[in-house]
């Protein structure tokens, strides 16, 4: 009876569970044209920790396992893996069919997704992109993000790489960055990245200055804890989030202070990954340690009123207030965020291992845990 209940729990839940044997230490989605209304259907996944470590593409675009009902009880399906030399601290695509790895080895890696026979080839790599001097010892590259034709990636060796996929070398490293490890990057505006490190901080680097200081610094107060993740407000470029090693959520504007606007206690141990919604950047999300995956919804606004909802054809557009008028003032730097206004939801009915890795597209979520598994929710705001 349990295991009847537990898959009809699961159906109902919307979640497809698939087990894969490894590790898994990142999920993303590839990214959907900005016109498309069919939901996202193809993600990729690395893994960590294992004898051998993979880059898989994954579909879950199978029509054919659509129920009678219209519904979706399909898993996702492999399409193609490859070997990756150590394990994978960070993954994102480039483009539709390029995807860039970092490793724990220190490389970084364009693997190339060749959509007409399923199969994944390396298309370039930067042996060394992360290293210790001068012992050359390699350093774990822990993050990257892309803006193509860019890819700036960071280090354990405190080090910044700004590479294409054209060049061999790097356009541009700062050597000595910083002093600590750098945990993860994200895109700012045009030219400039924001990267957090291991003692609390937060820093602004403008690729337009030739200097190798960053143009801005920020910090926790009090006990520097380390931050393991950051994302950017799609809209309001100025709100920036961060997760950290205690589980806490940060919330920024790198317009005012030098302090987060606000702490938000959610986890119970280390906050591995936070994304904003892209569509829909009053809902954000975070994955932890604890094996716990929380949904931050912010879009109960002054008013009371949700967001504008639009649903069309056979996906959900969710327009948010920034998207349809920049100048309402966002939820996330409200005075007193703690108090009734943002809603917390744990998407893990039961607690797992380590929940590593979630992206987020559409109306659905695909994450990975330590528990050799992936999952997928779609009808995220159903």
Same mark, same amino acid.
């Given at each position: /009876?349990?295991?009847? %209940?537990?898959?009809? %729990?699961?159906?109902?839940? =919307?979640?497809?569970?698939?087990?894969?044997?490894?590790?898994?230490?990142?999920?993303?989605?590839?990214?959907?044209?900005?016109? !498309?209304?069919?939901?996202?259907?193809?993600?990729?996944?690395?893994?960590?920790?294992?004898?051998? @470590?993979?880059?898989?593409?994954? *579909?879950?675009?199978?029509?054919?396992?659509?129920?009678?009902?219209?519904?979706?009880?399909?898993?996702?399906?492999?399409?193609?893996?490859?070997?990756?030399? &150590?394990?994978?601290?960070?993954?994102?695509?480039? =483009?539709?069919?390029?995807?860039?790895? /970092?490793?724990?080895?220190?490389?970084?890696?364009?693997?190339?997704?060749?959509?007409? @026979?399923?199969?994944?080839?390396?298309?370039?790599?930067?042996?060394? !992109?992360?290293?210790?001097?001068?012992?050359?010892?390699?350093? *774990?590259?822990?993050?990257?993000?892309?803006?193509?034709?860019?890819?700036?990636?960071?280090?354990?060796?405190?080090?910044?790489?700004?590479f294409t996929a054209e060049r061999i070398d790097a356009v541009r490293t700062i050597d000595k960055a910083d002093s600590s490890t750098l945990h993860a990057v994200t895109c700012l505006r045009t030219t400039e990245i924001l990267t957090v490190n291991s003692i609390g901080q937060l820093k602004?680097?403008?690729?337009?200055?030739?200097? @190798?200081?960053?143009?801005?610094?920020?910090?926790? !107060?009090?006990?520097?804890?380390?931050?393991?993740?950051? =994302?950017?407000?799609?809209?309001?470029?100025?709100?920036?989030?961060?997760?950290?090693?205690?589980?806490?959520?940060?919330?920024?504007?790198?317009?005012?202070?030098?302090?987060?606007?606000?702490?938000?206690?959610?986890?119970?141990?280390?906050?591995?990954?936070?994304?904003?919604?892209?569509?829909?950047?009053?809902?954000?999300?975070?994955?932890?340690?604890?094996?716990?995956?929380?949904?931050?919804?912010?879009?109960?606004?002054?008013?009371?009123?949700?967001?504008?909802?639009?649903?069309?054809?056979?996906?959900?557009?969710?327009?948010?207030h920034s998207a349809v008028n920049q100048s309402i003032i966002t939820p996330w730097l409200s005075n007193d965020p703690a108090k009734d206004r943002i809603e917390t939801t744990n998407l893990i009915s039961s607690p797992t291992l380590s929940v590593n890795s979630l992206d987020v597209l559409?109306?659905?979520?695909?994450? &990975?845990?330590?528990?050799?598994?992936?999952?997928?929710?779609? @009808?995220?705001?159903?």
């Open positions: /009876g349990v295991l009847l %209940f537990l898959l009809s %729990f699961l159906s109902m839940e =919307d979640v497809v569970a698939k087990y894969v044997s490894q590790k898994v230490s990142k999920t993303r989605w590839r990214p959907v044209p900005a016109t !498309a209304l069919q939901p996202p259907e193809v993600f990729a996944t690395g893994s960590w920790d294992n004898e051998e @470590n993979n880059i898989s593409i994954w *579909s879950v675009g199978d029509f054919e396992s659509l129920s009678l009902s219209g519904e979706y009880h399909g898993e996702p399906h492999l399409l193609c893996d490859i070997q990756h030399s &150590g394990d994978v601290m960070d993954l994102q695509f480039l =483009d539709q069919e390029r995807i860039v790895a /970092g490793s724990s080895t220190g490389s970084v890696t364009i693997f190339k997704h060749h959509q007409n @026979n399923e199969t994944l080839s390396v298309s370039r790599k930067w042996e060394r !992109a992360h290293h210790y001097n001068p012992s050359y010892s390699s350093a *774990s590259c822990t993050g990257i993000i892309c803006n193509s034709p860019e890819i700036f990636t960071v280090g354990e060796d405190g080090k910044i790489n700004l602004i680097w403008d690729f337009r200055q030739q200097g @190798n200081e960053p143009s801005q610094i920020f910090s926790l !107060a009090g006990e520097r804890v380390p931050l393991h993740c950051v =994302d950017r407000h799609p809209n309001q470029q100025h709100i920036v989030a961060t997760g950290g090693q205690d589980g806490v959520l940060s919330i920024w504007d790198v317009r005012q202070g030098t302090m987060p606007t606000s702490l938000l206690k959610g986890h119970e141990a280390e906050l591995w990954e936070v994304h904003f919604h892209p569509s829909s950047p009053d809902h954000l999300f975070t994955c932890s340690e604890d094996g716990s995956l929380w949904h931050w919804d912010a879009s109960i606004d002054m008013s009371g009123k949700k967001s504008l909802l639009h649903t069309g054809g056979r996906s959900s557009t969710f327009l948010s559409g109306s659905c979520l695909v994450y &990975g845990t330590d528990a050799e598994s992936i999952y997928v929710k779609k @009808n995220l705001f159903a």
